[in-house]
């Protein structure tokens, strides 16, 4: 069965899913984000955030191709 990933309540990274093309085999946003935060979910083919522990260090949206990757930065941390 495949692995499904449950994405954290209202996301500080959000994936444009019509922009996103994972389904090509694409995975630089999940493989430039050093806390491993972002996965690939098997069961419905979409990225997602996995874990809430963002540094808002935002190689995950410099890196991806289609600027498909949004990072909301916290007000308090800008
Ligand atoms: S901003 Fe940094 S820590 Fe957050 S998901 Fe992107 S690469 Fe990972
Ligand atoms: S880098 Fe962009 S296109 Fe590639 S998997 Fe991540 S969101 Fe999708």
Redesign the pocket.
């Known amino acids: 069965m495949p692995a499904t990933i449950r994405e954290v309540p209202n996301p500080s990274v959000r ?2 899913h019509g ?4 389904d090509k085999g ?5 493989d430039s984000c050093p806390l491993d935060i ?1 996965a ?1 979910d098997e069961g419905d083919g979409k ?1 997602k955030m996995a874990y809430d522990e963002c540094w808002y260090c935002l190689p ?1 949206e410099h ?4 600027k ?2 949004t990072v909301s930065i916290p007000y308090l941390l800008r």
């Not at 922009?19 to 994972?22: F, P, S």
């Not at 890196?63 to 289609?66: H, L, Q």
Request: proline share 5%; glycine share 0%; charged share 20%.
């Open positions: 994936i444009d922009k996103c093309i994972a694409c995975r630089s946003c999940i972002l690939f990225v995950c890196d991806c191709p289609t498909a990757v």
